[in-house]
């Protein structure tokens, strides 16, 4: 059977075994150099709220929180792209 992707699909090359994670969307069980992992910023304070106490001199934390995606979730939420064959084979980084 041929291969879609020379790396299969992962990053860990030649390691062996590694920890699963789950998708943070649908609870999949995803290896972890397969999972698409996201940083997002999240305020508690909503952000017409946090404009107005800013001009008043206040400092509204900023909060990171990272989620960690299966391709299939990463890929429905738009967080990556299929891309065609041609552009599969090409070894320049990815613009996500």
């Known amino acids: 059977m041929p291969k879609k992707r020379k790396n299969r699909g992962r990053h860990k090359g030649d390691k062996g075994h590694e ?3 789950h998708c943070d969307n649908c609870g999949k ?3 972890r150099s397969k999972a698409v992992r996201v940083t997002i910023p999240y305020s508690p304070v ?3 709220l946090a404009r107005e106490l800013e001009k008043q001199g206040a400092i509204i934390p900023k ?3 990272t989620r960690t995606y299966c391709i299939n979730c990463a890929v429905f939420f738009g967080l990556i792209k299929v891309r065609p064959r041609e ?3 090409r070894r320049a ?3 996500v």
């Open 46 to 48: 909503p952000p017409d």
């Open 87 to 89: 552009e599969r084979k």
């Open 19 to 21: 920890p699963t994670l």
């Open 93 to 95: 980084p990815l613009a």
């Open 29 to 31: 069980l995803v290896p």
């Open 63 to 65: 909060y990171y929180i």
